[in-house]
T-cell receptor, first 117, second 109 residues
Framework: KAGVTQTPRYLIKTRGQQVTLSCSPI?????VSWYQQTPGQGLQFLFE???????NKGNFPGRFSGRQFSNSRSEMNVSTLELGDSALYLC????????????????FGEGSRLTVL | GENVEQHPSTLSVQEGDSAVIKCTYS??????FPWYKQELGKRPQLIID?????GEKKDQRIAVTLNKTAKHFSLHITETQPEDSAVYFC????????FGTGTSLTVIP
């Protein structure tokens, strides 16, 4: 079974631009969640999508948005990029949404490393 | 929202010694308690998990203990080896996925 796939793996943008990152979950997984990882900050939760609906959102500004398609693939978008948005963006898929009785393991992609100049 | 604290933030042990990492949380709705390991340059991966109806779970050199009353759970690694060197994250899960700030473990040969 193929793992979680994220594209692109690396990208460089300049301040003010926008970026779209893509995540294809493991087949059969309906939940996709996104995280920002920076040195010393751990994994900061961005949002979770389940059945094309945003179920939870972390404490990030409205410049960060996302969506999920009917095939469970998800995209996240960051508009008006700032230098502080430079980070590794990880997505993870799981069978069930957070809060379900059988919530389980998160399977992570390799991440998209964004550099904002 | 959930308040997750993980201690210590860094930990160095001699090879063969034990390591313990503690995670405290605040959300009473948390019912799933996993630990993830992230090696340098790699993705986080689950190493052990426990559900709220169980107090302890062991898998070879790794164990997790849960105290739901006190709202904390701990990762125990015995007979540490250099390949255990990594960053470890707790992720108490209730209605949202939360992660601790991570513990950087270094095992000194």
């Amino acid at each position: 079974k193929a793992g979680v796939t994220q594209t692109p793996r690396y990208l460089i943008k300049t301040r003010g631009q926008q970026v779209t990152l893509s995540c294809s979950p493991i087949s059969g997984h309906r939940s996709v969640s996104w995280y920002q990882q920076t040195p010393g900050q751990g994994l900061q939760f961005l949002f979770e999508y389940f059945s094309e609906t945003q179920r939870n959102k972390g404490n990030f500004p409205g410049r960060f948005s996302g969506r999920q398609f009917s095939n469970s693939r998800s995209e996240m978008n960051v508009s008006t990029l700032e230098l502080g948005d430079s980070a590794l963006y990880l997505c993870a898929s799981s069978l069930e949404v957070a809060g379900a009785l059988n919530t389980g393991e998160l399977f992570f992609g390799e991440g998209s490393r964004l550099t904002v100049l | 929202g959930e308040n997750v604290e993980q201690h210590p933030s860094t930990l160095s042990v001699q090879e063969g010694d034990s390591a313990v990492i503690k995670c405290t949380y605040s959300d009473s709705a948390s019912n799933y308690f996993p630990w993830y390991k992230q090696e340098l340059g790699k993705r986080p991966q689950l190493i052990i998990d426990i559900r709220s109806n169980v107090g302890e779970k062991k898998d070879q050199r790794i164990a997790v203990t849960l105290n739901k009353t006190a709202k904390h759970f701990s990762l125990h690694i015995t007979e540490t080896q250099p390949e255990d060197s990594a960053v470890y994250f707790c992720a108490p899960t209730g209605n949202q996925f939360y992660f601790g700030t991570g513990t950087s473990l270094t095992v000194i040969p």
